[in-house]
């Protein structure tokens, strides 16, 4: 899909008229005086680099929110902890005073057993009837294979795409 705006796509097809009408007017015309002489007949040259200026700004915007969203991330891993260490002190000293409840307006902590926990002291000598085995495909290695001439049914290279290439200073 095309992101440009209607004024941008008229432009286009505007400058690939006056590209149409330039090379049959002169088919020896050279690639760079034709790309000069394009530029000052349409708008299309200033709009794609507004364009890509605007994509550059929103990948800088996208970089911005992973780094927020890591910076978060972290702060809710370190909140996580915080509160978990909260509840083991105060569950540490219920139990050693003898506390098995601790009501107050808007909560009620109590002491209890919870269940026992899984302990693996050598999963080498687990039987294999508790373990999953997930086949898990290979995606790198079939389109190598795929690349390297090889058939395989249910595969196949798909048509690449071009891409844009920006460079910044």
Same mark, same amino acid.
């Given at each position: 899909?095309?992101?440009?705006? !209607?004024?941008?796509?008229?432009?286009?097809?505007?400058?690939?008229? $006056?590209?149409?009408? &330039?090379?049959? @007017?002169?088919?020896?015309?050279?690639?760079?005086?034709?790309?000069?002489?394009?530029?000052? &007949?349409?708008?299309?040259?200033?709009?794609?680099?507004?364009?890509?200026?605007?994509?550059?700004?929103? !990948?800088?915007?996208? @970089?911005?929110? +992973?780094? &927020?969203?890591?910076?978060?991330?972290?702060?809710?891993?370190?909140?996580?902890?915080?509160?978990?260490?909260?509840?083991?002190?105060?569950?540490?000293?219920?139990?050693?005073?003898?506390?098995?409840?601790?009501?107050?307006?808007?909560?009620?902590?109590?002491?209890?057993? +919870?269940?026992?926990?899984?302990?693996?002291? @050598?999963?080498?000598?687990?039987?294999?009837?508790? $373990?999953?085995?997930?086949?898990?495909?290979?995606?790198?290695?079939?389109?190598?294979? &795929?690349?390297?001439?090889?058939?395989?049914?249910?595969?196949?290279?798909? +048509?690449?795409?071009?891409?844009?290439?920006?460079?910044?200073?």
């Amino acid at each position: 899909m095309i992101y440009l705006t !209607e004024q941008a796509q008229a432009e286009a097809a505007k400058h690939k008229a $006056w590209r149409e009408c &330039l090379l049959a @007017d002169d088919p020896a015309l050279d690639e760079q005086t034709l790309a000069d002489t394009l530029e000052g &007949l349409t708008d299309l040259t200033d709009m794609l680099r507004a364009t890509v200026r605007a994509a550059l700004s929103d !990948e800088a915007d996208v @970089d911005a929110c +992973n780094e &927020l969203a890591e910076n978060l991330k972290a702060r809710m891993h370190r909140l996580k902890e915080r509160a978990q260490r909260r509840r083991r002190s105060v569950a540490a000293i219920m139990q050693d005073t003898g506390m098995e409840r601790l009501a107050a307006p808007d909560f009620t902590a109590s002491l209890r057993h +919870n269940q026992p926990g899984l302990v693996i002291v @050598d999963d080498a000598m687990i039987p294999q009837e508790f $373990w999953r085995m997930v086949p898990t495909l290979d995606k790198l290695k079939l389109k190598e294979a &795929l690349r390297d001439g090889a058939k395989i049914d249910g595969a196949a290279l798909g +048509n690449a795409e071009m891409s844009l290439t920006v460079r910044t200073k």
